[in-house]
T-cell receptor
Framework: GPKVLQIPSHQIIDMGQMVTLNCDPV?????FYWYKQILGQQMEFLVN????????KSKLFKDQFSVERPDGSYFTLKIQPTALEDSAVYFC?????????FGSGTRLTVL | QEKVQQSPESLIVPEGAMVSLNCSFS?????SIWWYQQHPGKGPKALI?????GNKKEGRLTVYLNRASLHVSLHIKDSQPSDSAVYLC???????????FGAGTKLTIKP
């Protein structure tokens, strides 16, 4: 099936540093999502896009978070500065309308 | 605020048993409901969706939706050890296209 690529798969950084998570969605998908999942807990919505434009940001999307689409293809989620509570797996997903296709996630550990 | 609640939290059944998973959602203005399967260390994978009241069958999976009671259920027939995973209920809401996930049911199929 369609593949969504997330890099890196793991990232360990010190609190206060900046981190950039990358996601390459399915090429013809217009909808794009970022989710946060703390180990063993619920998948929590962060932000979604339609045709490259932000539709909604959740309360979890703190001022330290930013999202970009540098060249119109892949998306980035940047956290600056990072906090201990940012440790989680971050998933991206894309869809043409209904079915979400998820990447394998980036496991972020903030020390 | 959109809420999605799943029960039970975990379930252990013998191989070959019928499995029933439940999901309640908070708003009748929901657009579509999806069930996803998530294996450890992986992103969720879409299994089956439903939009209208009633039921839908695909292979060993049957999903039932009752919009009046804001309830949807997933039934897995002839369960296999490979069905062991976390099952997530996801609801798409009209307007902002936000997709909200439940906390999941951890299913274990004993050989």
């Amino acid at each position: 099936g369609p593949k969504v690529l997330q890099i890196p798969s793991h990232q360990i950084i010190d609190m206060g540093q900046m981190v950039t998570l990358n996601c390459d969605p399915v090429s013809n998908h217009l909808y794009f999502y970022w989710y946060k999942q703390i180990l063993g807990q619920q998948m929590e919505f962060l932000v979604n896009f339609y045709n490259g434009k932000v539709m909604e940001k959740s309360k979890l999307f703190k001022d330290q978070f930013s999202v970009e689409r540098p060249d119109g293809s892949y998306f980035t989620l940047k956290i600056q500065p990072t906090a201990l509570e940012d440790s989680a797996v971050y998933f991206c997903a894309s869809s043409s309308r209904e079915t979400l296709y998820f990447g394998s996630g980036t496991r972020l550990t903030v020390l | 605020q959109e809420k999605v609640q799943q029960s039970p939290e975990s379930l252990i059944v013998p191989e070959g048993a019928m499995v029933s998973l439940n999901c309640s959602f908070s708003d009748s203005a929901s657009q579509s409901i999806w069930w996803y399967q998530q294996h450890p260390g992986k992103g969720p994978k879409a299994l089956i969706s439903i939009f209208s009241n009633g039921n839908k069958k695909e292979g060993r999976l049957t999903v039932y939706l009752n919009r009046a009671s804001l309830h949807v259920s997933l039934h897995i027939k002839d369960s296999q050890p490979s069905d062991s995973a976390v099952y997530l209920c996801a609801v798409r809401y009209y307007g902002n296209e936000k997709i909200t996930f439940g906390a999941g049911t951890k299913l274990t199929i004993k050989p």
